[in-house]
């Protein structure tokens, strides 16, 4: 008995030393890559710090200066606001509406939804380029378009007025990708009988849909309005491509300038300010998402 204890347990060390050598070369890159520069990120947030020279210790400074004398910040986080609070609900609402269509039962319905998937799988700076003609004022495909039908054109990214409603406008090209993806299979997955069910109570597509779409897919539409919000937050990249944050600053975003802070003007422990700043706001923000879940999303099987 004894011998068959020691050799179960022989086999269990030789388990775990195989598990952990498999999980070895992600724990060291997650140390390396990932825990080490947070943990430095933190430090150097309480630091002036230039990359040239031995950071040196300044406490609060930085978050002080940031919140009461820097007059880009608010100026970057109402941009980055503007942009979330119109972009969430029309990529959500395009993603849902568009599911939707290609939930039909139609001859080559794969090939659309092919199609519709493909520009989601372009990059982010080709897709910036794409737009920079498409938004010129003079010869861009959609101010042509406006023109054909005798309507005028706005200036579109050389405006401060258009500017933030046309990154919104762009990024709405991505709609036919993962989220179309994820809400099409959650319409799949809706019991057929229940619209049956609305039907003989002479209910039309309104209440199939309020009453039966959204309380089965509301976990996945809070998922995604939850991930949509942090995506957004994180708007960079077309900002810096199309418009580096102008005209008048009206597309500065919060990480556009955090990247100015870092690698333009080299205040590394300020911009790492900036970026735990971020957190604990994309934090909040989520946290108040979850609090209205609790009255808006329904579980089925829950309580």
Known sequence: MRTLINKIMGHRKQDTLIAWLFVAPWAIGFLIFGLYPIIMSLYYSLCQYDVLRVPRFV????????LFEDPYFWKSLWNTLYYVVFRTPLSIIGSLLLASMLNQQLKGMPIFRTIFFIPSIISGVVLSVIWLWMFNPEYGLINSGLAFFGLPGPLWLQSASWSKPALILMSLWTVGGGRMLVFLAALQGIPKHLYEAVELEGG??????????VPLISPILFLWTVMEVIFSMQVFVEAYIMTNGGPANSTLFFNLHLYNKSFNDFQMGYASAMAWLLLVITLGVTWFQFRLSRR????????
């Open 204 to 213: 039309g597509w309104w209440t199939k849909f309020r009453h039966v779409t």
């Open 296 to 303: 808006m999303v329904y579980y089925e099987g829950g309580k």
């Open 59 to 66: 406490g609060l400074q930085n978050y002080d200066q940031l």
